[in-house]
Nanobody, 124 residues
Framework: VQLQASGGGLVQAGDSLRLSCAVS????????MAWFRQAPGQEREFVAA????????WYADSVKGRFTISKDNARNMVYLQMSSLKPEDTAVYYC??????????????????WGQGTLVTVSS
């Protein structure tokens, strides 16, 4: 599985931004697709996840109600719609995928496939 993230940029607090992740290679309904982020000097943290098959989604408490993860199976794309952005959302955002994370969707080390990251900067 290969992942290519895009859509990052510089925005102001309160703005919206949509990240995209192009997915290629062999995927199955058992795959979980996720977004993580990493701010300077901090560990990589879970943002949101979605099953490649079905509609199950999960969110970190810090983004719940502001971010929405979605997918387009026909186009092999995963999206992260971010609204009401805050300066603390500033980070490099990564898309990730794996088939065997199960209930561990929020654990970075369980994902074998990662995109290259896209920088989101939110100014106050």
């Amino acid at each position: 599985v290969q992942l290519q993230a895009s859509g990052g940029g510089l925005v102001q607090a309160g703005d919206s931004l949509r990240l995209s992740c192009a997915v290629s290679g062999r995927t199955s309904g058992e795959h979980t697709m996720a977004w993580f982020r990493q701010a300077p000097g901090q560990e990589r943290e879970f943002v949101a996840a979605i099953r490649w098959s079905g509609d199950r989604v999960w969110y970190a408490d810090s983004v719940k109600g502001r971010f929405t993860i979605s997918k387009d199976n026909a186009r092999n794309m995963v999206y992260l719609q971010m609204s009401s952005l805050k300066p603390e959302d500033t980070a490099v955002y990564y898309c990730a995928a794996d088939r065997y994370v199960g209930s561990g969707y929020g654990v970075p080390r369980l994902y074998d496939y990662w995109g290259q990251g896209t920088l989101v900067t939110v100014s106050s």
